[in-house]
């Protein structure tokens, strides 16, 4: 019970963030998002965030989960059984592009309550939580080395530190998430993603892919601008 206290303490532990420092860890997500030389393995995060959230979702619907995998093309796969069609499956197929804003999105509202390092101990159960879904040797290493980075950060560096990381791995997941958004409609538009999640969409719900894509970037925009408000306004 001791150890339990303790590790709760850890978790729940107060680290404010000064506007600098929250300021800093948004321009180093800027960076690492917008350099292409940076986002191309960072990639990797946001598509673990991306099927995560199918996987989430497919389990809130009341779907069975049958497992996830990750490739090295920076691509995923979620599958889920149940109803071919209704709710359960649209909501399922709409969560992944909107999944990375509204994780940064929770973890903004942890760093605005002074929760930084729960940011991280929250990151951490979700990775094993998937790891258990975890299908092909690829998706096993990447969320392995992602938990494994995580871990590191909260045994080695101080509270101020880990507090750092969170914030910039918070921003990370609300730039990324826009992004993911323009490149699938570029993807789109050269005719390369025809079985996207958007596309799918379309045949599901008889309304436009053009029109979910819409709703991705729109819900993603809104995660990023009232995490703006909570941390930097």
Do not use: K
Not at 117 to 139: M, P, T
Not at 200 to 211: F, G, I, K, N
Request: glycine residues 10%.
């Amino acid at each position: 019970m001791d150890a339990v206290d303790r590790l709760w303490t850890r978790v729940t532990a107060e680290a404010p963030l000064p506007p600098t420092v929250l300021a800093g860890a948004a321009a180093v997500a800027l960076l690492v998002v917008a350099a292409p030389a940076l986002w191309r393995p960072a990639r990797t995060v946001v598509t673990i965030a991306h099927e995560g959230a199918h996987g989430l979702a497919a389990l809130a619907t009341g779907r069975r989960l049958a497992g996830i995998r990750l490739h090295s093309d920076t691509s995923g796969l979620t599958v889920s059984r149940g109803r071919p069609t209704g709710a359960g499956m649209v909501l399922t197929c709409a969560a992944g592009y909107v999944g990375p804003g509204l994780f940064g999105l929770g973890a903004a509202a942890l760093l605005a309550a002074g929760h930084a390092v729960g940011v991280l101990w929250a990151l951490l159960a979700l990775l094993a939580l998937l790891l258990l879904q975890i299908r092909n040797l690829y998706g096993l290493w990447a969320v392995l080395v992602t938990g494994a980075g995580l871990a590191a950060v909260t045994a080695w560096l101080p509270p101020a530190g880990q507090a750092a990381v969170a914030a910039a791995v918070t921003w990370f997941l609300l730039l990324a998430a826009p992004r993911t958004v323009l490149e699938l409609q570029g993807a789109r538009r050269r005719r390369a993603a025809p079985d996207s999640d958007a596309d799918q969409l379309a045949r599901l719900t008889r309304l436009p892919a053009l029109l979910w894509v819409g709703v991705f970037l729109l819900v993603d925009l809104a995660a990023l601008g009232l995490a703006v408000r909570w941390l930097l306004l």
